[in-house]
């Protein structure tokens, strides 16, 4: 079922980045260019992990993470309230598009950097890379990921004449939300394992076994357009948020993705809806998702995304083998 020597994801599969700059066409120089894309080879050379792992709890991202996110929304705010003047949508999604960039770009390498200060989960196992076959369809996947979901954004709920709201709500709002999405989530994501029909258009996110950040956007194109465009307007049908909110949704959510395909070695917590699932024992960790790839071929466990209240409803859940409570270092936050 897994694809490698080249033709998909493995260890060391981008060799191909050491050949000459004339010898790779213009996909793969950019992608070779851009860390945010492909992380540098060193990322994989990193010393295995030992003791108990540090923690980043949805409060710590908030602190490192919101206050970049929250920009476009006060900058307009701000001007709207001061100046009276709109923008319209096509500016908007202009400005929306580079400041998402920058988030995406500065998260990242925070990824980067948390994985090589603290290591990768499995650390006996060398982390899948990115083979040269692979380099056009995931580079169009990148930008389907980062412009079909902010325009999703702007479809569904950009008023130009409303005012950006801030509201102590807006935390509970997007937990909902979240929750919904994430339910959508769990059952396709579980009839694609358990149905001969659907896994047809699974199977190829599932050729990487140990994931890293930019295999996250590696699958079937009927996946791919699950995952930004349906789940997200199914729930807006259900639980309709404002725009402002449904944009920090938006990067707040590719973040979690990102952090749930890292592997990196720390109890990494889902952003979005931890904080409201956790006194339930439902909260979602980075390892959740990374043994839901090293043994989620077909009928699996651990389907959930953003939280795992689904699988527990619904007797899914999968045990987690190295970050159990007394594996994890609670008094060291993983800044």
Same mark, same amino acid.
């Given at each position: 079922?897994?694809?490698?020597?080249?033709?998909?994801?493995?260890?060391?599969?981008?060799? %191909?980045?050491?050949?000459?700059?004339?010898?790779?066409?213009?996909? @793969?120089?950019?992608?070779?260019? !851009?860390?945010?894309?492909?992380?540098? #080879? =060193?990322?994989?050379?990193?010393?295995?992990?030992?003791?108990?792992?540090?923690?980043?709890?949805?409060?710590?991202?908030?602190?490192?993470?919101?206050?970049?996110?929250?920009?476009?929304?006060?900058? !307009?705010?701000?001007?709207?309230?001061?100046?009276?003047?709109?923008?319209?949508?096509?500016?908007?999604?202009?400005?929306?598009?580079?400041?998402?960039?920058?988030?995406?770009?500065?998260?990242?390498?925070?990824?980067?950097? +948390?994985?090589?200060?603290?290591?990768?989960? =499995?650390?006996?196992?060398?982390?899948?890379?990115?083979?040269?076959?692979? $380099? +056009?369809?995931?580079?169009? /996947?990148?930008? $389907?990921?980062?412009?079909?979901?902010?325009?999703?954004?702007?479809?569904?709920?950009?008023?130009?004449?409303?005012?950006?709201?801030?509201?102590?709500?807006? #935390?509970?709002?997007?937990?909902?939300?979240?929750?919904?999405?994430?339910?959508?989530?769990?059952?396709?994501? !579980?009839?694609?394992?358990?149905? =001969?029909?659907?896994?047809?258009?699974?199977?190829?996110?599932? +050729?990487?076994?140990? &994931?890293?950040?930019?295999?996250?956007?590696?699958?079937?194109?009927?996946? /791919?357009?699950?995952?930004?465009?349906?789940? #997200?307007?199914?729930? *807006?049908?259900?639980?309709?948020? &404002?725009?402002? +909110?449904?944009?920090?949704?938006?990067?707040?959510?590719?973040?979690?993705?990102?952090?749930?395909?890292?592997?990196?070695?720390?109890? *990494? $917590?889902?952003?979005? $809806?931890?904080?409201?699932?956790?006194?339930?024992?439902?909260?979602?960790?980075?390892?959740?998702? =990374?043994?839901?790839?090293?043994?989620?071929?077909?009928?699996?466990?651990?389907?959930?995304?953003?939280?795992?209240?689904?699988?527990?409803?619904?007797?899914? /859940?999968?045990?987690?083998?190295?970050?159990? @409570? @007394?594996?994890?270092? %609670?008094?060291?936050?993983?800044?």
């Amino acid at each position: 079922m897994t694809e490698r020597g080249g033709s998909g994801p493995g260890p060391k599969a981008d060799h %191909w980045r050491f050949k000459p700059r004339s010898e790779l066409d213009w996909v @793969q120089r950019l992608l070779v260019a !851009r860390v945010a894309f492909l992380p540098h #080879p =060193d990322v994989y050379a990193i010393p295995k992990s030992k003791g108990k792992a540090p923690v980043m709890l949805e409060w710590h991202q908030s602190l490192v993470c919101l206050p970049f996110i929250i920009l476009p929304s006060l900058f !307009r705010y701000i001007l709207m309230t001061f100046t009276g003047w709109t923008l319209p949508a096509p500016m908007l999604f202009l400005l929306h598009g580079v400041h998402s960039s920058f988030f995406l770009r500065l998260f990242q390498r925070r990824v980067r950097k +948390t994985i090589m200060t603290y290591g990768y989960l =499995d650390s006996a196992a060398e982390r899948d890379s990115v083979s040269e076959s692979m $380099t +056009t369809k995931l580079f169009y /996947e990148i930008l $389907t990921g980062t412009l079909v979901r902010p325009l999703l954004v702007f479809l569904l709920s950009y008023d130009r004449q409303a005012l950006p709201v801030f509201s102590l709500w807006i #935390p509970l709002q997007i937990g909902i939300f979240t929750i919904i999405v994430d339910f959508l989530y769990y059952w396709v994501h !579980r009839m694609t394992h358990e149905l =001969d029909q659907l896994w047809a258009f699974h199977k190829k996110h599932h +050729t990487t076994r140990h &994931p890293s950040p930019f295999l996250l956007a590696y699958a079937d194109q009927v996946q /791919e357009m699950f995952d930004a465009i349906g789940s #997200p307007i199914f729930a *807006y049908l259900l639980y309709p948020l &404002p725009f402002d +909110t449904l944009y920090i949704w938006s990067l707040a959510f590719v973040a979690t993705e990102i952090i749930g395909h890292s592997g990196v070695r720390v109890y *990494y $917590t889902g952003l979005l $809806t931890s904080f409201w699932l956790r006194p339930f024992h439902c909260d979602i960790i980075v390892e959740d998702h =990374d043994i839901h790839h090293r043994y989620g071929w077909r009928k699996s466990f651990n389907y959930g995304k953003q939280s795992l209240l689904w699988d527990r409803i619904f007797g899914t /859940e999968g045990d987690r083998l190295e970050l159990q @409570q @007394q594996n994890v270092d %609670w008094q060291h936050p993983a800044w």
